[in-house]
């Protein structure tokens, strides 16, 4: 079956975007640091885009289920676009200026995903969604990808006024295509402040209703805990650290990882489709065991040279990229099955919002740990840890997590209000 034009019209859109605010996301810190030198004021602009969204996410959500999800996120992506042409044409390119403009953007963008996340599962047949979420993804790592190289490429050449533009026209270029989109959605508009709150409960307490959901979203934030810190601390600590990588080294390696997703999700739009969810937690023990060869290499029981730990390291990265898209795919689009669109908006807006508090709790803890253990220490609890929760959902929900669920069981959730 075909994807079809909806589908095609929003993927095009949002690829544009994405590339766009690939090369700003790497340009901007460079004329950060140009102008400051600081790493204070880098987390500062990190903050300003986390803080904001993760604020006004429960009432984006309860905007994107109210109001036509259409024409909200087409609006949002002009409004961004002409945001951005405004900072160009008014030379707003003060520090604090674009720390202002940071907040606003994240803003922005957090009402432009609730609608775009509630729209996307009814723009292809439920049982294309793996096939859809894998399409997307690649073409997400694909402006991953090339955006880096242009962003830097970009920004010596016109420094970030020229980014900005870049960034400002695929915002108009994805609004453009999102126009075409057919999708026609009819809700009751927000009456006031207390309808707001009594959304954002009923977000919350329909998670905690429907057993299925609350099974994967709980086992989704427990392997986040573990596995976000591993990506974003652990590991690029221990290239750097333990096995002293050229920064060009570590660079691929990223490359290499992000190639081996990039695989992982066109096998599964290609070949594998809804089939993949069977392959869960055979993904899981790949990546398991590619986990236990990273911490072998790291350890002292290795002895490897860095070349020879940078060809097996290139391995290990390929298969962990494409086990994470076997995991994080069918895991996605069974959440997507299983929420009905009337509410998608503001329940996927909660799950955000307790993945996002959630998965920090490991980001916090490895640091200092990383300053008291070998680094191969820590690693080797990180994956204890995980290997507890698969055991326990492989024992406890392992046909919960291995079976799909169109909509929520009626005796589970009360009818939500549109």
Do not use: C
Not at 188 to 197: A, D, F, H, R, T
Not at 316 to 329: P, Q
């Amino acid at each position: 079956m075909s994807l079809g034009r909806n589908f095609w019209l929003f993927a095009i859109g949002r690829f544009i975007s994405q590339l766009g605010w690939a090369v700003q996301d790497v340009a901007l810190p460079l004329y950060v640091l140009d102008k400051t030198h600081s790493g204070s004021m880098m987390t500062l602009f990190i903050l300003a885009e986390i803080i904001p969204s993760i604020i006004v996410m429960p009432f984006a959500g309860v905007v994107g289920d109210r109001y036509n999800r259409k024409w909200l996120m087409v609006g949002f992506d002009l409004l961004r676009g002409v945001l951005l042409f405004g900072v160009i044409a008014f030379n707003f390119l003060g520090i604090y200026q674009l720390l202002a403009v940071q907040i606003v953007m994240a803003i922005l963008g957090s009402f432009f995903s609730a609608g775009t996340g509630a729209m996307f599962p009814d723009l292809v047949d439920k049982e294309l969604l793996e096939k859809a979420n894998s399409t997307v993804a690649s073409l997400t790592i694909i402006a991953r990808l090339l955006g880096p190289a242009l962003g830097g490429l970009i920004y010596g050449i016109g420094g970030i006024k020229l980014a900005m533009l870049i960034n400002a026209v695929s915002f108009f270029g994805s609004g453009l295509f999102e126009m075409l989109i057919r999708y026609e959605w009819k809700a009751k508009p927000i009456e006031g402040l207390g309808q707001v709150l009594s959304d954002i409960k009923e977000g919350v307490r329909f998670i905690f209703r429907h057993s299925y959901l609350k099974t994967l979203m709980t086992f989704a934030i427990f392997m986040g805990i573990f596995g976000a810190p591993f990506g974003a601390v652990l590991l690029p600590y221990a290239m750097r650290e333990v096995l002293k990588f050229t920064s060009v080294q570590f660079g691929l390696m990223e490359s290499f990882f992000m190639g081996g997703a990039l695989l992982g999700n066109i096998l599964i739009a290609v070949k594998f489709g809804k089939n993949a969810g069977r392959f869960l937690f055979r993904a899981m023990f790949i990546n398991g065991f590619v986990m236990v060869v990273f911490i072998w290499l790291i350890s002292p029981a290795s002895g490897l040279g860095r070349n020879e730990a940078f060809a097996l390291l290139m391995a290990v990265s390929i298969i962990m990229g494409v086990a994470e898209a076997f995991i994080d795919i069918p895991i996605q689009s069974k959440i997507q099955r299983a929420v009905p669109s009337e509410v998608r908006g503001r329940v996927f807006s909660a799950l955000g919002i307790l993945t996002r508090i959630a998965t920090p709790l490991g980001l916090v803890l490895v640091g200092p740990l990383l300053n008291i253990y070998p680094a191969w220490l820590v690693a080797f609890g990180m994956w204890f840890g995980m290997a507890v929760v698969v055991v326990y959902y492989w024992v406890k929900y392992r046909d919960v997590l291995l079976k799909d669920v169109d909509g929520p069981p009626a005796a589970e959730v009360e009818n939500p209000r549109p």
